[in-house]
């Protein structure tokens, strides 16, 4: 299976920043994955990031607010833009193996102030 | 919107007991997948059921799918305080080129020793 890791872990940021999360998988894949996971709450897909094409965002969820880059076939950045205390949430990255089951790195860990 | 909804939303049991959670689905499914959530970090891929299979079994966990209801079933025989953890299950959709996942609330299960 493939490892996925994540920087930075956690961190804490004052509103009206911005945060730009990494995720890095040891295998190339195609399509990389990121979601949000608000306190108490299920996982939400934010987009999907195919390398050499924009990413495809999901409803509610804009390009200005969550910039997302995939320069190769293992790496990609998603950026939390002007930051608000409702943006605090666990962000995840996933890919796709074998025949359809995700893999998931450890998760970032957002608080903002 | 969520695809899967799990049920009960929190389980409580004790060591060594059988623990069952079910998840129920809107929309036809390309397959249906179990995950699991410790801490509120990464998800563990637990186990996928193709929409064609009706049982599979993987270690203690036993997974069912009925297709005709759109339900699931989780299955952990001889529980362990390290399954303390929340489960989440997920479906993958027939449509669109781009496969994607929606999870289910999740389920918190608690295994007291």
């Known amino acids: 299976s493939a490892v996925i890791s994540q920087k930075p872990s956690r961190d804490i940021c004052q509103r009206g920043t911005s945060l730009t999360i990494q995720c890095q998988v040891d295998?190339?894949?195609?399509?990389m994955f990121w979601y949000r996971q608000q306190p108490g709450q299920s996982l939400t897909l934010i987009a999907t990031?195919?390398?050499?094409?924009?990413?495809?965002?999901e409803s509610g969820f804009v390009i200005d607010k969550f910039p997302i880059s995939r320069p190769n076939l293992t790496f990609s950045t998603l950026t939390v833009s002007n930051m608000s205390p409702e943006d605090s949430s666990i962000y995840l990255c996933?890919?796709?193996?074998?025949?359809?089951?995700?893999?998931f790195g450890p998760g970032t860990r957002l608080t903002v102030t | 919107s969520q695809q899967g909804e799990e049920d009960p939303q929190a389980l409580s049991i004790q060591e060594g007991e059988n623990a069952t959670m079910n998840c129920s689905y809107k929309?036809?499914?390309?397959?249906l997948q179990w995950y699991r959530q410790n801490s509120g970090r990464g998800l563990v891929h637990l186990i996928l059921?193709?929409?064609?299979?009706r049982e599979k079994h993987s270690g203690r966990l036993r997974v069912t799918l009925d297709t005709s209801k759109k339900s699931s079933s989780l299955l952990i025989t001889a529980s362990r305080a390290a399954d303390t953890a929340s489960y989440f299950c997920?479906?993958?959709?027939?449509?669109?080129?781009?496969?994607?996942?929606?999870f289910g609330k999740g389920i918190t299960l608690s295994v007291r020793p």
């Open positions: 929309t036809s499914i390309n397959n």
């Open positions: 295998s190339q894949v195609t399509m």
């Open positions: 059921i193709r929409s064609n299979e």
């Open positions: 996933s890919v796709f193996q074998g025949v359809g089951e995700q893999y």
């Open positions: 990031a195919n390398q050499g094409s924009e990413a495809t965002y």
């Open positions: 997920a479906t993958e959709d027939i449509t669109g080129a781009n496969s994607k996942l929606t």
